[in-house]
Nanobody
Framework: QVQLVESGGGLVQAGGSLRLSCTAS????????MGWYRQAPGKQRELAAT???????NYTASVKGRFTLSRDNAKNTVYLQMNSLKPEDTAVYYC??????????????????WGQGTQVTVSS
C-alpha cells in the first residue's frame, strides 16, 4: 500500500510563516505530480499548489508570490513554504500525489492518494 504523511501545520499570526511537509511511502514504483489542496470551514476543497516530477509548479492565484512548493524526488517528499500568511489561508491542508505502485509482481496504473490533512490556522 501507499501512505502520505503530512507534518508542519499549526497556529500562526497573520504575516507569519509555516512549512508543510508530505512524504509518500510504501510499495511505490513512481511518484508523478504532488501537491497541496486546502479546505476551509464551509467551503469546498481547492487546489493550493502542485508540482510535477520535473519541478514545474502551479499555484492558485490567491497564494502566488507567498507560497513556494518544492520537492525532493529521492525522498518522495514535497514541501510547501507559506509566507505572509493571511487569516483567509486558514484551512485543513491535504497533501495529494499521483502514484504508481507495485502490486505483487506488476505495476498498477497511477492513482491519486491523499494525506490525512493538517490544520493551518492564521490569527488576525
Amino acid at each position: 500500500q501507499v501512505q502520505l504523511v503530512e507534518s508542519g501545520g499549526g497556529l500562526v499570526q497573520a504575516g507569519g510563516s509555516l512549512r508543510l511537509s508530505c512524504t509518500a511511502s510504501g510499495s511505490i514504483f513512481r511518484v508523478d505530480s504532488m501537491g497541496w489542496y486546502r479546505q476551509a470551514p464551509g467551503k469546498q476543497r481547492e487546489l493550493a499548489a502542485t508540482i510535477t516530477t520535473g519541478g514545474t509548479t502551479n499555484y492558485t492565484a490567491s497564494v502566488k508570490g507567498r507560497f513556494t512548493l518544492s520537492r525532493d524526488n529521492a525522498k518522495n517528499t514535497v514541501y510547501l513554504q507559506m509566507n505572509s500568511l493571511k487569516p483567509e489561508d486558514t484551512a485543513v491542508y491535504y497533501c495529494a500525489a499521483e502514484i504508481s505502485r507495485w502490486d505483487r509482481f506488476r505495476i498498477r496504473p497511477a492513482e491519486n492518494y491523499w494525506g490525512q490533512g493538517t490544520q493551518v490556522t492564521v490569527s488576525s
